[in-house]
C-alpha cells in the first residue's frame, strides 16, 4: 500500500499495490484549506465537501467491520462497501466532467479517478487495510524530527536513523518499552559473543521469548502511557454521518 506516487505503479508482475482512501481525501480537503466553519458551513454541496462526507461514509462503514476474519471483512466489503465506493468513483468520473482543469477541484478528481483501481484492490482480501495510517503513524515521529537532527544530513546519519528507528517501532510493534528494550540490548549485547550467528542474535529480536518482563507493556502500562502514535491521521464523528444511514 502506498500513496500515488506514480513509481510504485509497476513494482513487478507478483506485486500488485493498493492505493490509500486518506490521501485520496486529502486531496479534497487541500481545496477547502483554510476556509474559516462559517464559511464551510455554507458550502455543504459543494462538490469537495460531498466527496470528503461520501469518503468518510466509506470509512465509517469499513471501520464496522474491523473485527471481523478476513473473509467476513472480505464478504461484508463486497456486499455492502462495494457499491458505496463503486457509486462514489461514478459520481467522480461525473464530477470531473463538470470542472474546470485549472481548478484544485480537477486535480483532487482526477488523482481519485487514477487511483480508484488501486484502491478498489482492497476488495479481494480481508486482510488489507483501507488507508496505512499504522504506516504514517510510526514514521511520523521520524518525519518530524529529521528536520531539526543535524546529524541526519549525511549517508553515516541516515543510516544510524534508519537502524534507531527501526529498533523503536518494531519494539512498539511487539509490545515493548522501547528505552527498557534499548537499555537491555545495551546492556547485554556487548557481553554476548558471535552476535553475527543468527541463532545467538534471534534472542535478542523484539519477539524473543528472553526478552524480560520488564521490557514489555502491561496493560496498566498502556492506560497509564498514552502512545503519541495513535492520534488519528482524520478524525471522523461517526453521528456526522447517521444522516444517510
Not at 510510526?138 to 546529524?151: E, H, M, T
Not at 535478542?204 to 502512545?227: G, H, K, M, Q
Request: with cysteine; glycine share 4%.
Amino acid at each position: 500500500m502506498a500513496d500515488g506516487y506514480s513509481v510504485y505503479d509497476n513494482l513487478g508482475r507478483n506485486i500488485i499495490r493498493l492505493s490509500c482512501i486518506v490521501h485520496i481525501r486529502r486531496y479534497f480537503t487541500d481545496v477547502i484549506k483554510g476556509l474559516d466553519k462559517e464559511t464551510l458551513e455554507s458550502l455543504t454541496g459543494a462538490v469537495s465537501v460531498t466527496a470528503i462526507r461520501k469518503l468518510d461514509e466509506i470509512i465509517h462503514m469499513d471501520n464496522t467491520f474491523d473485527t471481523m476474519s478476513a473473509d467476513e471483512r472480505k464478504a461484508a466489503r463486497l456486499e455492502k462497501l462495494k457499491p458505496k465506493m463503486d457509486a462514489f468513483y461514478e459520481w467522480c468520473l461525473e464530477k470531473r466532467d463538470e470542472a474546470l482543469s485549472s481548478m484544485a477541484l480537477s486535480k483532487a478528481l482526477n488523482h481519485t479517478v487514477a487511483e480508484w483501481p488501486y484502491l478498489s484492490n482492497v476488495l479481494t482480501d480481508g486482510r488489507l487495510p483501507l488507508d496505512n495510517n499504522f504506516a504514517e503513524r510510526a514514521i511520523r515521529p521520524f518525519a518530524v524530527g529529521r528536520r531539526n537532527w543535524l546529524f541526519s544530513d549525511t549517508p553515516r546519519g541516515a543510516h544510524a536513523s534508519v537502524a534507531i528507528y527501526s529498533i523503536v517501532t518494531t519494539a512498539k510493534g511487539n509490545g515493548l518499552k522501547p528505552r527498557e528494550y534499548l537499555e537491555w540490548l545495551l546492556e547485554k549485547m556487548p557481553n554476548t559473543e558471535n552476535l553475527k550467528d543468527p541463532t545467538v542474535l534471534e534472542r535478542f529480536l523484539p519477539w524473543s521469548y528472553e526478552v524480560p518482563e520488564s521490557c514489555r507493556f502491561n496493560d496498566a502500562d498502556t492506560a497509564e502511557i498514552p502512545d503519541p502514535l495513535d492520534k488519528p491521521i482524520i478524525d471522523i464523528d461517526p453521528h456526522s454521518l447517521e444522516q444517510d444511514g
